[in-house]
C-alpha cells in the first residue's frame, strides 16, 4: 500500500535565470555542428555596432549552392510550383527545400536571435514523409501549400514544442495540440521550420526576453527588429524563411515588416483564424481583435496567403472567422486606381527618408496613370487615445502576474510602453469605450465613402525603424482600432541624400523631439523604408489586389 | 442685460397617466373617422375571451374591394410588381396601395392595438410625391421597394415622431433622424405608414406597456401576441402590413411571427442594419448582439427583404454591418436537400399541436424527398444558462433607471420576467463570459460541421402562443448567442385533433407545469403552429434559400 504525503511549504518558483539558460542551451543544441558558424566569423559579422548581416548566409559556406538556389531565387509562389513540379520536372524535393530553409534559419538565428523554437527535425521528417507519400502516388493531387517550409510567430501552438511568448511562466510547458491557423495551414500541406521571437509580454516593438534575449535587425544591428512578430521580420528579411505569419493588435506584423524590409499583411479582425494561441492577456478580453496575417518576400506570396485562408473555411478552424468568402475578384479594368494618399498623420513630421519614399512612390503611381487625391485623418490624436485605452483594459495585470509569477524582471521596452500601470477599465468604462470607438468608425467610415478610393497609402509610421528600446509610436493602430486592412510595400532604405534637416518638424514639441531621433543616414544606414497600403474593413481581397497593382508599379 | 436665475427645486416628472392619455388620446386622433369602427361593433368583435379578430378588416365595411384586393391578394414581391407595372399597365399607384395598407392598419390597431405612432398623413404625402415623379418621368427606373408601405418597430426611428419603445420616460421627444435601416429602405423607395408596439423595457414577450397598452394576438385574444416585436407580428398577421421591420436579441421577431402566425426571419448579427435606434439598455453593451430583421406574409418577401439589403452595401448606413455580399446563390442542384431534424429540445416537449405540426412537416419534407436526420442538441440547459446571463449584464439598471424616472410601474410581463434583480456583471465577468459563449459556440459548430445539413428544423418553443403574461421560454435564444440567423414558417393552427395528453411530459417537473399550460384546442383555438429553420452563423443568403425550398414543401 501507498502512503500519501502532504507538502505544506509552497515552494519559491525555479530561478527564472536558470529555465532561460537551459531553454537557450536546447535551443542551441538543436542547430546541427555543420550549421554553426565559427565563433570567430560571427564576432566579425556582427562586430560593427551598424552591423548589416543580410550577407550572411550567403557568405558564411554553409548553405550549398541549392541551398541557395532555393532560398535566394524564389519566393513562396514560385517554390510552390516548383514544389508541384517535383524534382524528375526540373522542381525541388520537399526535402531539399526545407532543409535549404532550416538551413538558412539556422544561420539568421546565429546573427538575429530570431527563433524561439527550432523544429528542423520534424520539419524535416515531414518533408521526408510527404516526399514519400508522393513517391508513392504521382498523379495524387497536391495541397496548394504543399511541402513549403513556414515559420509562427512564438504564440502558435505546435505539439511537443513551447508557446512561452517569451515568458518564464509559460517556458518549459509544451503544447498539446496545434493553435487553429497552424491546423488549417498542415491540411493545405505545409511545413513548419521554426517559432520566432517576441518580446516579453508581445506588447512592445523591441522583440526582447528573458527567455530568448534580443532578436537583432539584420540591415542594422543598432535599430529595433520591430515587434511583436520580431524574430518573424528578422527571419524573412534573412531569408530563412519566406512566408512567416504574425499577429499584429497595434501594428505587430507591420512594424517588423517595416523594421527589416519585408512585405507583411494585417488582415481585417477574424478574417484569418486566430483561435488557440497563447495569450498574454486575459482569455475573453474584450476590445480591438488581434488578427495573424503573413509576412513574406513578396507581396503576391501575402496575398496568396489571404486567397487560401479565405478558401478554406476558415470558420472550421476557428468559429470567430466571419463567412466571408473569396470571390475571385479581378483588378478593376477600364480605369486606372485611384488611392488616398495621407502625406503626414497630423501629429509627426515623416523624416526625410520617408518623407522621400513616400513622395517617390508617390511620382511613380503617378507616372503609372494612378489617380491620387489627397486625404487628411480626421483628428488621430483623439483616435489614438482611443486605441490606447483599450490597451490597458485590465492593466496588464494578466501579463504581471506571468511575470511576478516566475520571479521575472520586465523587460526594458515593457517599463517604457506605459501599459503597465493604471487601474483598468469597468464594464460601463468598456461600453462608454465601444461607443467612443463607435464614433471613430463612423468618422472612418465617412470618410472613406467621400474619398471614394480603391485604397490608402500612407506611412505606417513617420520613422524608419528607430534605435532599439526606443520605439514609441501608436499611430498604427488606427487601423487596429478601426479594424481596416493594411499590409507594407517595402520600397528601399534609407540613403545617403536622406540628409538631417534640422527645421523639418512642425507639429510641436513632440513632433521635433520624435523627428530629432532621426540623426542621418549614416546612423541608419541599411534601415528599410516602405509605405503602408490600407483597404476598407472586410475588404481585405480588394485590397490585396488593389496593394499587388500597387506593388508591381513600384517594385517592377 | 440679463439676469441669471437659479432654480434649486427639481421639480417632479408629470404624472405618467397624463403622459400616456395624451400619447393614446393623439394616437387615435390620427385615425381618420372614415376609417373608425363603430363602438358596438367594435366591442361584438371583441366580446369573446378568445376572440378571433382576423376577419375584422374585410367584414367591417371600411375597405373598398380595391384595398381588399390590395391588401388580400399578394405578398410585398407581388405588390412591388404590381407597383412598378402602374396603373396604365394593370397594376397600382403607390397612393392607391398605401391608402390601403393605412386603412387596414387603422382597422387592425383598432382591434389589436398594434400600432404606436401612425404615420398615415405622411406615408400618403410620400406616395403621392412618388406617384408624381414617376409620372413626371415615366421612363426611370424604380428602386426596388418603389412606393411599398413597410411598417416599423417602435425602436426604429422616424424624425417627428417619438420613438418611445413604449417608455414614458422617452414619450413626446419626436426623433430628429431616421435609424441606419429606415434610411436604407427609404433609398430603396419604401414608404413608413405606421410604427409598432413593443413590451416595456422591451425585454418581455408581451406587448404591453403604460404608454400604449396591451397588443392583443388577432387569432385568440387570450394568447399573447408575443414580443418584443409583438405589434408587428400582429399588423401582419392582420395584413395591415405585408412587409414590417422587427429586432430580435432572444426571439423577438420570431416569438410574435409563432404567436401570430406570420414569417419572420431572424438574420445573423450585424447582417442587416441596427443601428441609431431607441434603446433601453446601456449604450455599447457588450455580450449578444441584437438583430433587426423582417416579418411578412410570405417567406419569399423575407428573402427579397435580405437580398435588398444586402445587395446595398448596408455598412455605408450601418459601419457594424459586415462586408458579407449576397452572392446570387441558387438552390442546391442534382441533389437533395439533406435536413437536420431537432425533434425536441432536450428539455420540454412538444405540446400536442405543435409536436403534430413537426411531425406533418418532417412527413411533407420526406415525401418532397428531403432527407433528414436526427439531430440532439448538446445540454441546451447550460447554453440557455449562458445566454440568459448575457440579458443580466446590467441588472436592467439602464431600462429601470428610465422607469424611476419617469414614476412608471413595471408591466407585469416585466415583473415575471426575472430579469430586473441581480447585481449585473463585472469587467471579468463578461472576459468570462465571453470565454463561456465561445465554448458554446464550438460545440455548435463542431455539431453542424458533423451533422452535413443544409438547415436545422425544429419548433422554436414546444408551444404555441401561450395566455397572455405568462410567456417564461427562453430555449430559442440559444441562436442569438450561437448567432444563427433563424426563421419561422407558419404551418397552420391549432386543431381538434390537438386533444391533451396528460402523461405527455417526458422531462421532469418544469417540463410538466410549461406542458399542462396547454389545455386543449377550445382554449388554444386559431393558435397559429410553426417551424423554425435554422441555418449556419452568417450564412444568411444559404438560409434563405433553403427555407424558402422548405417553405414550398410546407405551404405549397
Request: hydrophobic share 40%; with cysteine; charged share 20%.
Amino acid at each position: 500500500m501507498s502512503t500519501s504525503t502532504t507538502t505544506t511549504a509552497t515552494s519559491a518558483p525555479e530561478p527564472w535565470q536558470n529555465i532561460a539558460q537551459r531553454k537557450q542551451a536546447q535551443r542551441a543544441s538543436l542547430i546541427p555542428e555543420a550549421w554553426r558558424i565559427p565563433e570567430a566569423k560571427l564576432r566579425e559579422y556582427t562586430a560593427s555596432p551598424t552591423a548589416n548581416v543580410l550577407h550572411v548566409p550567403s557568405d558564411c559556406g554553409i548553405l550549398s549552392s541549392l541551398d541557395r538556389q532555393i532560398t535566394e531565387s524564389y519566393d513562396a509562389i514560385d517554390l510552390l510550383a516548383l514544389l508541384a513540379k517535383g524534382p524528375d520536372a526540373g522542381g525541388f524535393t520537399s526535402v531539399e527545400v526545407v532543409t535549404a530553409f532550416c538551413k538558412r534559419a539556422a544561420i539568421a538565428q546565429q546573427v538575429t536571435n530570431c527563433v524561439t523554437e527550432i523544429l528542423f527535425e520534424s520539419a524535416i521528417a515531414r518533408a521526408e514523409e510527404l516526399d514519400r507519400q508522393r513517391a508513392a502516388n504521382p498523379s495524387a493531387a497536391l495541397p496548394p501549400l504543399w511541402g513549403l517550409p513556414i515559420s509562427l510567430k512564438d504564440c502558435f501552438k505546435v505539439p511537443g514544442v513551447d508557446a512561452s511568448i517569451a515568458m518564464i511562466h509559460f517556458a518549459e510547458k509544451p503544447s498539446t495540440e496545434y493553435s487553429a491557423l497552424p491546423q488549417l495551414l498542415l491540411s493545405l500541406g505545409a511545413v513548419f521550420h521554426c517559432k520566432t521571437n517576441v518580446p516579453q509580454t508581445m506588447m512592445t516593438a523591441d522583440s526582447d526576453s528573458n527567455v530568448f534575449g534580443r532578436t537583432m535587425n539584420p540591415n542594422n544591428r543598432a535599430l529595433t527588429a520591430g515587434g511583436s512578430s520580431g524574430g518573424e521580420g528578422a527571419l524573412v528579411a534573412m531569408r530563412g524563411s519566406i512566408l512567416g505569419v504574425g499577429s499584429d493588435i497595434a501594428g505587430s506584423i507591420r512594424i517588423p515588416s517595416h523594421c527589416n524590409g519585408t512585405y507583411g499583411f494585417k488582415p481585417s479582425a477574424n478574417i484569418v483564424p486566430y483561435a488557440g494561441q497563447a495569450n498574454p492577456a486575459a482569455d475573453g478580453l474584450a476590445g480591438i481583435l488581434p488578427v495573424a496575417g503573413p509576412l513574406a518576400t513578396s507581396f503576391r506570396s501575402c496575398r496568396y496567403f489571404m486567397q487560401l485562408v479565405m478558401s478554406s473555411q476558415p470558420w472550421k478552424y476557428d468559429m470567430d472567422c466571419l463567412h466571408i468568402p473569396w470571390l475571385g475578384l479581378k483588378p478593376p479594368a477600364g480605369r486606372n486606381l485611384r488611392i488616398g494618399v495621407i502625406n503626414d498623420d497630423g501629429l509627426f513630421t515623416p523624416t526625410p527618408p520617408q518623407k522621400r519614399t513616400l513622395e517617390e512612390a508617390k511620382a511613380k503611381l503617378k507616372a503609372a496613370g494612378v489617380e491620387l487625391v489627397d486625404v487628411q485623418l480626421p483628428n488621430l490624436m483623439e483616435d489614438v487615445a482611443v486605441a490606447w485605452a483599450c490597451f490597458g483594459m485590465e492593466a496588464s495585470r494578466t501579463a504581471l502576474g506571468y511575470l511576478a509569477a516566475a520571479g521575472e524582471p520586465k523587460i526594458k521596452s515593457v517599463e517604457n510602453i506605459g501599459l503597465t500601470g493604471g487601474t483598468g477599465m469597468t464594464i460601463e468604462d468598456l461600453f462608454a469605450w465601444n461607443v467612443a470607438r463607435s464614433k471613430v468608425e463612423a468618422k472612418h467610415r465617412d470618410l472613406w465613402v467621400s474619398s471614394n478610393v480603391d485604397a490608402y497609402i500612407n506611412l505606417l509610421v513617420p520613422h524608419t525603424a528607430p534605435r532599439i528600446d526606443t520605439w514609441t509610436t501608436v499611430v498604427q493602430a488606427l487601423w487596429n482600432l478601426i479594424d481596416y486592412p493594411s499590409c507594407i510595400i517595402p520600397t528601399g532604405k534609407v540613403s545617403e541624400v536622406d540628409v538631417v534637416d534640422p527645421n523639418g518638424a512642425k507639429f510641436g514639441d513632440a513632433d521635433r523631439a520624435l523627428y530629432e531621433q532621426y540623426t542621418g543616414p549614416e546612423d541608419f544606414k541599411g534601415a528599410p523604408t516602405s509605405i503602408q497600403v490600407i483597404g476598407l474593413r472586410q475588404e481585405d481581397e480588394n485590397l490585396s489586389i488593389v496593394a499587388e497593382m500597387i506593388d508591381k508599379i513600384l517594385n517592377p
